[in-house]
């Protein structure tokens, strides 16, 4: 494995039985993930295609099966408490898929998180892939290829168009982490770029921002004083207009923080290189990458 | 969500904070009335999305009932900042000792809802904060432990020195820290916060904003969404589950996924162009709500083209397709449409578009720039 | 304090636990309204603070309203371990499938509210307790973060089997959760929690104990008291701010300090007598509670003598003294007094007693076992 | 200093200028404690009795006297608020005097302690001494005297009861730790256990338990695992009976557990010396102390 996931992952399905939660476990699991539970309260005992078991609780599942990762496919209004669920049944690694949870849910949702251990991806976010060993989320598995680029982002399609460029032009990846749109999110761009210049098979690393808040301006400052691997980044959002929510709720720029140039100027002065397009990757990082 | 004035002060007195008499008037009789039951001079306020009333001439004084209906229908029907003024309220005038800030904000660092607040208060806060942040006292609070007593009394010792004041203060900052959490707020500020010359301290004004993830479980909140104060199209557009805010460009722009539409648009820009809107259709995306997509956008005067940029992940880019076929049968497109389709499905789609002798791309920088090319042409 | 069945009852009805038909009375006609309107065959309940009611005759079933009536009569001021039964609650007797038990504690050695359910319940809860503890499913949970949606599954999952019963229970432990926190409970119980033959989930009895701690406080759950159930003698000590306990033995004392009294209680057993009380003072104490507790004491004709026990540190034992004088001048006191007084103003305290001819010791050990002899002697 | 308090104690008092809180102060200070301050909203700026300044907020008696102990007298309602401030304002050791406090409101006091590591003693406790050094709470000094012996207990008269016996038959104590008579202390007798062991000032240990609860228990298989000097032991309540709350709102037997002849089994069986009257201490300690 690269980052936090690979051959080793057990992965749980919480709401596996739900309309996106099966689907996406079916993708899943043809991407070679291996799926050892599902969990929908009242379904316990069933068996998901066939062939994995359902339990009505995430401490059940474990037990069974050993899971050692969650992926999030409940609707929003549950969405906090199956992340609590999760942490709480001893698992380490919890990906929330599920868009349109509550902002003030996750206030809560984080200290029970942190009390136990547990590392949050999302929520509202498409997850992360380690091509040719595990994906968890959506993250399609057909656009990429296993290598030595770390890409990590707060959008999805986004994500996808930039990897879409990279295996095209040869440039396998590591692991790929979509941290999510949200304002709350569990892992932000530093713990990321942190578990990457730790990761021996992830040689440079792509970051993805967009408007909305500071996580960029603070992601790029850690890059200046930690990392010690070639970074090249974009932002999305230079054309929004102040104070509208675009899309994401994170993506909102406030007064006059959390511009795209704000963001951008923040990565120039980091020695971050600058995506102007999303194409770009591909020319930044064979100059960076010999 | 933002709330009006009127909607937010009417939160915050249902939760015990002092603020002026007065009501909300959708008609200068209405304002008239208002006026002369709180009797003496009044103010009259335009409710409106937007920062900036008093200097657009949407807040006026009257002397009495006659000129509180004078300036209400002048205020009402007003464009500010391009949306247009149905409600004003109508307040007493009140004698004004001090002006104080008192915000509370759903903050990403800490990931708690933070309080600041300032004796420097009134219109010139966001000046403040700018210039002298440190005239603002900042304090995270736990919501696992709410606004502890220690908590309020600091914040409240920063905002007056005397301690009935203060006290008032305290109980203030606890109902409002009450009605942020009760409400699911992002937002919840009270400015100013001013002392009469008699020492009672009064929530003047006030503005909230409603996390939009609450709605779907509080309906009771939901139903303070003004649409008539909203542009129609971006009505339109969420009533079809599209995300959609309207631009001044002529690109029409129709994407899946909010970074990728927000790419597109500073793509647009890059190749000289100026997008007409962001419109998301979302992930798992039917033909129906291309359809919707494409009424919104083809009803926008201004557009001279329309882009597609679908990124086929969970999208099924042949269900895109689909909707752009429906839509062409549906209705009469004016303008020229370029369509960027990859992922999932991609050669059925293409198959789709071609069999009504349409046309798609692969590459996003080549749709772009030939839309933007487009658009030029028509202009 | 104890709710009566009926008030707890009340308390789980108003928070939506489906709770059976039924009310309180207070008179056999009152009981025989209540079966008429609920029809059917009915269960008289005595309404008081004592275990193992079933047992003691004060739980009867009635088949239609003149039955009600006839029982009613029988149980209301029956006496049932020393307390007289004031009222009854009559509900429709239900038809029962299964029994569990579900009950909130506050816990010590967590810290927390603790959760214990067990699909074993009704009257034999505590046998299941002791003999069967894995039968018994414990969870404590935090209060930062309430009863979470997964821990209410968790619970109502060893609960019941069937789905729609596990979902009516988890709905059913949230109330149960609320009414605990809102109401300042250290205990709170529903046994049986039953099934009916038709799957309904229902609680049939409810418990509740409520920290004394939040009464003062809490003026709407100080009302939940019943002083017509408690022994009068402490009615009268609590109102006049004492600690007071009635037990059976003929050696009155008065103590300052609850760990003090009760090791004084001890003492007295320790040299052959037996304490007709707990009675603690307190720490500020001021002469008119000394002339309170004397009072008290010597209400009960057991009593043969009276025992002080003062440890003057906050106490000011001159205080006592005074008070101790002050009483034998208000009243006659007819058992011997014997004192022991140490500590702050202990010389002062000494010089009071003996101006009207008293005499106080110093030691604990030769005080108790003084006032044990007496007490001998004079039974 | 023995355990906790000492020499280089500098207290601040929450409700100084309150009837309990003025008086004790003053006991306080005629022990030779040091107080560097006192806390009463909307009082701040005063001088109590002339020498001690009294602020708003601990946290300004903290910055401006160091602080570094905290005594509390504040009314019960305010009790639970005035632990949190002392807490937050960086006080490591907090002394809540105060009776009656709600005992919902410690299951939130507690992890909020805990979170910034802060002890706690009591609610509802007489305080500790060490006798020639500093006095936090109402223990009256005049009764204890400078020596070897620790004392520990749920109790406040019957404390001085005891140490009263010891004082007089020549047992000087280190420390006399009041925890408290509630059903949620902060600090238990296995805290103050442990710290005796480690206290090389003293040298025996008197340990002075109630009826309700397992907390003796708990401490006595402790002491047969952990303590390494000589223990002795009194539990009051043998005469109390069941369901009724002696005094204290943690002096209560439930069913038929936290009876007093089940503690004293549990001291028997970990050869903690058996104290059956108060007075016994003595000749017990006689027998373990050279």
């Known amino acids: 494995m690269s980052i936090w996931i690979g051959k080793d992952t057990r992965l749980v399905v919480q709401g596996i039985t739900g309309r996106d939660g099966s689907f996406h476990t079916r993708q899943t699991m043809e991407a070679g993930t291996n799926v050892v539970a599902g969990v929908t309260p009242g379904k316990g005992g069933q068996l998901f295609d066939g062939k994995v078991p359902v339990f009505n609780t995430v401490a059940e599942a474990v037990q069974a099966t050993g899971a050692n990762c969650s992926v999030i496919y409940v609707p929003p209004a549950a969405a906090a408490g199956a992340m609590q669920e999760a942490s709480d049944g001893g698992i380490p690694l919890v990906v929330c898929v599920t868009e349109g949870v509550p902002v003030l849910d996750m206030t809560t949702v984080m200290p029970y998180l942190a009390e136990r251990g547990t590392r949050l991806i999302g929520p509202n976010c498409p997850g992360l892939i380690t091509p040719g060993e595990a994906k968890v989320g959506i993250i399609p598995a057909s656009i990429c290829k296993p290598g030595r680029v770390g890409l990590v982002s707060r959008s999805g399609t986004l994500t996808y168009e930039v990897v879409h460029h990279l295996t095209a032009s040869g440039f396998g990846q590591s692991t790929c982490v979509g941290i999510g749109g949200d304002p709350i999110v569990g892992t932000n761009f530093i713990d990321v770029l942190r578990a990457f210049q730790d990761d021996p098979k992830t040689e440079a690393i792509v970051m993805i921002g967009e408007i909305g808040g500071t996580a960029e301006q603070e992601a790029a400052e850690f890059v200046l004083s930690y990392l010690r691997k070639p970074v090249v980044g974009f932002v999305a959002g230079q054309t929004a207009p102040k104070g509208r929510r675009m899309g994401h709720a994170g993506a909102i720029i406030s007064g006059s923080s959390g511009t795209a140039d704000e963001k951008f100027a923040a990565f120039e002065s980091a020695g971050i290189g600058i995506m102007r397009r999303p194409v770009d990757v591909v020319e930044l990082l064979k100059a960076r990458l010999k | ?379």
Request: charged share 25%.
């Open chain 2, 1 to 379: 969500m933002n709330l009006h004035e009127y909607q937010a002060r009417a939160l915050l007195k249902a939760a015990g904070v002092p603020v002026p008499d007065g009501d909300v008037a959708a008609t200068p009789s209405e304002a008239e009335a208002i006026a002369r039951r709180v009797g003496g001079t009044v103010v009259v306020k335009a409710q409106v999305h937007a920062g900036g009333r008093g200097k657009a001439g949407g807040v006026k004084l009257a002397r009495g009932p006659a000129e509180a209906r004078e300036c209400a229908s002048q205020i009402l029907g007003m464009t500010i900042k391009g949306l247009v003024v149905n409600k004003v309220l109508v307040v007493p005038a009140a004698d004004i000792a001090t002006e104080s800030y008192v915000g509370l904000i759903l903050d990403r660092k800490t990931q708690k809802p933070v309080f600041m607040v300032s004796d420097a208060g009134g219109i010139d806060i966001e000046e403040v904060a700018a210039k002298t942040p440190e005239k603002i006292t900042r304090l995270p609070i736990d919501p696992r432990y709410g606004l502890l007593p220690h908590q309020a009394l600091q914040l409240a010792l920063a905002l007056y020195k005397d301690w009935s004041q203060a006290k008032a203060a305290m109980q203030i900052l606890r109902q409002l820290y009450g009605v942020f959490m009760a409400n699911g707020c992002t937002l919840a500020e009270i400015n100013p916060l001013v002392t009469t010359p008699e020492g009672k301290v009064l929530a003047l004004d006030a503005k909230m904003t409603i996390d939009d993830n609450e709605l779907d479980r509080r309906p009771d909140l939901a139903v303070l969404r003004d649409e008539s104060s909203e542009e129609q199209s971006e009505v339109t557009a969420r009533r079809a589950n599209l995300t959609f805010i309207k631009l001044d460009g002529n690109v029409g722009c129709v994407v899946n996924g909010a970074g990728l539409a927000m790419a597109t648009m500073d793509l647009v820009k890059y190749y000289g162009g100026e997008p007409a809107n962001f419109l998301d259709i979302g992930g798992s995306s039917n033909p129906e709500k291309v359809v919707s997509a494409l009424k919104i956008i083809t009803a926008d005067p201004n557009v001279k083209v329309i882009l597609f940029n679908i990124f086929g992940g969970i999208t099924r880019t042949d269900d895109v397709a689909n909707g752009i076929v429906a839509a062409t049968k549906q209705f009469k497109v004016d303008v020229p449409i370029v369509i960027r389709l990859t992922g999932t499905n991609e050669q059925e789609a293409f198959r789709i578009l071609e069999s009504v002798g349409m046309t798609a791309m692969n590459d996003m920088d080549a749709a772009v720039s030939k839309a933007v090319k487009l658009a030029g042409e028509a202009a």
